[in-house]
């Protein structure tokens, strides 16, 4: 692996695996990321053999610290209680040890809104920024990360609030948009009753949106009418491989 990484970071999502080296001192990739599509049974097993192929093929270091972005709840330890995007055979397993006994060695695991929110904070858009941070991922559901003064709340799930009687993440998330041919003002104003319920219950400091959507902000960002500051992401999609990086690295240092 290249000398510049100080890490290695890994984004699992329902349709493909990610990784990358990660040089830490700019927050971004050390090589270009390499990316294998989720096996159709993406089990625990078939998810762990491919995480291990990619750690293999840009020869990670057993000293380098390897961190996993995670599509649910997660904690180390504890059995996971739910998965939405992945087999449901990972229900009930420790998601952090089955990751660790696939690659042969400890990993650090992640829910990946959290890994892509404090990105964001460390080296992101909310860079600097204190009191309370919303970091939130628009995609096929929502994503949240709490951070407050750089330190994270995990496992928020703030996409599963109440709105109109349903998950916010079914009436608001970019693929709501998508299945429902919205204009992006249209979906702004969506967006808008949700991060004004985000804004009445959190009184937050800070908005920063994330997902692959967040390349086109200017195109609703204008149209959401709320009083709390709010941006676009800057990693976009780096965000969650550079986020469970930096996790694992911090992990490692308080280890040792």
């Known amino acids: 692996m290249i000398q510049t990484a100080q890490a290695f970071g ?9 990784a990358a080296p990660v040089d830490l001192t700019i927050g971004d990739f050390a090589e270009p990321r390499k990316k294998i599509l989720t096996p159709e049974h993406s089990t625990p097993k078939a998810v762990g053999e491919i995480v291990n192929r990619l750690l293999e093929s840009f020869e990670v270091g057993e000293d380098i610290p390897v961190g996993i972005a995670f599509p649910a709840p997660v904690k180390p330890g504890r059995p996971l209680g739910f998965i939405a995007n992945l087999d449901q055979d990972w229900v009930g397993t420790d998601v952090e040890a089955e990751l660790s006994d696939a690659c ?18 460390q080296y992101g858009a909310a860079k600097g920024q204190k009191g309370l941070v919303i970091a939130t991922t628009l995609g096929t559901g929502i994503g949240t990360a709490l951070i407050y003064n750089g330190v994270l709340i995990p496992n928020s799930e703030l996409g599963h609030l109440v709105l109109d009687g349903k998950d916010a993440e079914k009436y608001a998330a970019s693929s709501v948009r998508d299945r429902k041919k919205l204009s992006y003002k249209k979906w702004a104003g969506r967006l808008t009753k949700y991060y004004r319920l985000l804004e009445h219950y959190f009184s937050p400091d800070y908005f920063v949106v994330g997902g692959g959507v967040s390349r086109m902000s200017e195109r609703f960002l204008p149209y959401v009418d709320i009083e709390t500051p709010i941006v676009p992401a800057s990693l976009h999609n780096q965000a969650g491989i550079v986020g469970a990086a930096y996790t694992a690295d911090l992990r490692q240092k308080h280890l040792g």
């Open 10 to 18: 890994v984004d699992i999502g329902g349709s493909g695996i990610k």
């Open 104 to 121: 042969g060695r400890p990993v650090t695991v992640i829910n990946d809104a959290d890994a892509a929110g404090l990105a964001e904070v």
